[in-house]
């Protein structure tokens, strides 16, 4: 979250192999260069790797969803829900544009609200 | 160093047990496979106990609180789906150092009903907001990866079921002893797509247990039911890009079965059988590949030709597997191995492999964030 208070992803790249990843370790994990990788912001576009429709999901939580991996074109990977398309059309290497949200309005003991993220087709406004 | 062998190995029958705790579930495997191999608790030199869930409760101790406190060692081993293997594994490291002479791997659970795994720490479940951390969802998309990449189809993921629920009803130790046509698991619940509940492991309780022993308490009691064990190893996850938001069931499995060849001087063409890590059906498939049983993207043919089904070329989860047979997580990795030293001493009734030498047994353990992958090779001594 920037001072302005417009959200953004970091994914954490060494300087030595340029290997990516999702959080900061003490040591890269790929080469095991001592000098902890470093953080680095990533854009909102990227292409699906794979995705299932979920139906059953543990107690509680709504389904269907759509359950996604997404490659973001910076490198870094997440998992994500994809909203507001039809399962059928969905494929391996679908753009799709990274959307903040509000984490489905929950808020943390003081109140805070979270800041979630969620994937949409490239182009579709949501 | 000398060779390591099993000389007893045996399981309970995989179902529910509400009325026993895990402990006891381990205690009556424990006898079964000293009484297979025709020894006392007084004859063990060291216990190695494994429970995913209840390692952290000395489930080993409490196991000799049942069968005999003979003051022994005893290592509790906790290593998500590969408890099992990390424990079989840890005895014959035992046995193959020189120190112990007869060493138990017992493993032993009571599954949580359930989906298992579920929201943790602070904050709002990310579950359905930021995808799914379902062990099904996980698999549906490591599955459809490889429907992605070689146009694998829904009906060769239901088929791994429909092969491994027929070779369990040869198994009166199987959870599920019932036929499931096609039809039938394509039109069970659709839990993540493309799996089905008869694509996904049967959530049970379950033990299992293994002796093994040095080459010279093995020919002191004689080598004519004894299993050599030619390879075994255990890998972690190793660095991959998309590791762990991805689900990478490949690359461990892979840096596994490699250590493992290399180690019994065996290659995939050399096995007879395989019991391999059948979570779901979309793990089969993928793990054809990863052990060497196929070519990478032939993993669909060879489920369609009949070679991994009973009286194929390479019989894999005769047992029925994970998915029909039953998945109770700590038990799970040694419960495998039992499957591969039935068939290689040919008593393995129905469903024995015929004339099988040299058999496979392969788990993999991952949480939301790690990965392990146990392998061992076993021969007919």
Redesign the interface.
């Known amino acids: 979250m920037a001072e302005t208070g417009e959200p953004s992803i970091e994914g954490f790249r060494c300087a030595d192999c340029g ?2 990843m ?1 959080d900061q370790p003490m040591a890269c ?2 080469c095991t260069s001592r000098t902890p990788p470093q953080a680095f912001r990533v854009g909102e576009r990227g292409r699906i ?11 509680g ?3 269907p ?1 759509v ?3 997404v ?1 973001l074109d910076d ?1 870094l ?5 994809v909203r507001g398309v039809d ?1 059928e059309s969905l ?2 290497g679908l753009p799709v544009s990274l959307v903040f949200d509000d ?2 309005g ?1 808020r ?1 003991p003081d109140g805070a609200p ?1 800041v ?3 994937f949409v087709k490239a182009g579709a406004a949501e | 160093m000398s060779d390591v062998y099993v000389v007893g190995a045996d399981l309970i029958r995989f179902g529910r047990y509400p009325d026993r705790t895990p402990a006891q579930l381990g205690a009556e495997a424990a006898l079964l496979a000293l009484d297979d191999a025709g020894l006392t608790v007084r004859d063990l030199d060291i216990v190695y106990a494994s429970s995913t869930f209840n390692a952290a409760s000395m489930i080993g101790q409490q196991i000799l609180k049942q069968i005999g406190q003979t003051g022994i060692p005893c290592v509790n081993v906790s290593n998500a789906c590969a408890s099992g293997a990390t424990a079989f594994r840890e005895a014959f490291v035992a046995i193959k150092s020189g120190l112990y002479d007869v060493a138990l791997a017992v493993g032993a659970e009571k599954n949580p009903k ?2 298992l ?3 943790i720490g602070d ?3 990310p ?6 951390g ?1 062990t ?2 996980m698999f ?3 599955g ?2 490889h429907a ?2 070689y146009g694998t189809t829904m009906e060769q993921f239901a088929q791994v079921a429909v092969k491994n629920h027929h070779h369990s009803t040869m198994n009166s130790k199987a959870m599920y002893q019932r036929e499931t046509p096609l039809e039938e698991v394509l039109a069970s ?7 089905t509940k008869l694509m996904c492991s049967a959530n049970v309780d379950g033990a299992a247990a293994a002796i093994l022993v040095s080459e010279k308490k093995a020919r002191e009691l004689g080598l004519s039911r004894a299993v050599r064990v030619r390879g075994s190893a255990l890998a972690s996850d190793p ?1 991959e ?2 590791n ?3 689900l990478d069931a490949d690359s461990v499995t892979r840096l596994a079965v490699s250590k493992a060849y290399e180690m019994a001087g065996v290659g995939p063409n050399d096995l007879d059988l395989v019991e391999l890590h059948d979570c779901f059906a979309t793990a089969e498939i993928l793990h054809y590949e990863n052990l060497g049983l196929c070519g990478d993207g032939e993993a669909g043919a060879l489920i369609d030709s009949g070679a991994t089904a009973l009286g194929g070329r390479i019989p894999v989860n005769v047992s029925g597997g994970l998915l029909s047979k039953g998945h109770p997580i700590g038990a799970t990795g040694i419960a495998n191995i039992v499957e591969i030293v039935m068939h290689l001493r040919g008593e393995a009734g129905a469903r024995q492999v015929q004339g099988a030498r040299l058999g496979l047994a392969h788990v993999l353990g991952f949480s939301s964030v790690a990965g392990v992958a146990g392998v061992h090779i076993l021969e007919k001594a």
């Open positions: 290997a990516i999702i994990r790929a790797v794979t995705w299932s429709t979920v139906l059953r999901s543990f107690p939580v709504k389904t969803f359950s996604a991996i490659d490198g990977t997440l998992k994500g829900t399962p494929g391996v984490a489905g929950a943390a979270y979630g993220f969620h | 359930g989906l795994g579920g929201p904050g709002p479940s579950e359905g907001l930021f995808g799914s379902t099904p969802a549906a998309e490591a459809m990866i992605g990449k619940e659709m839990i993540a797509t493309p799996l660095y890009p998309r762990p938001v991805l």
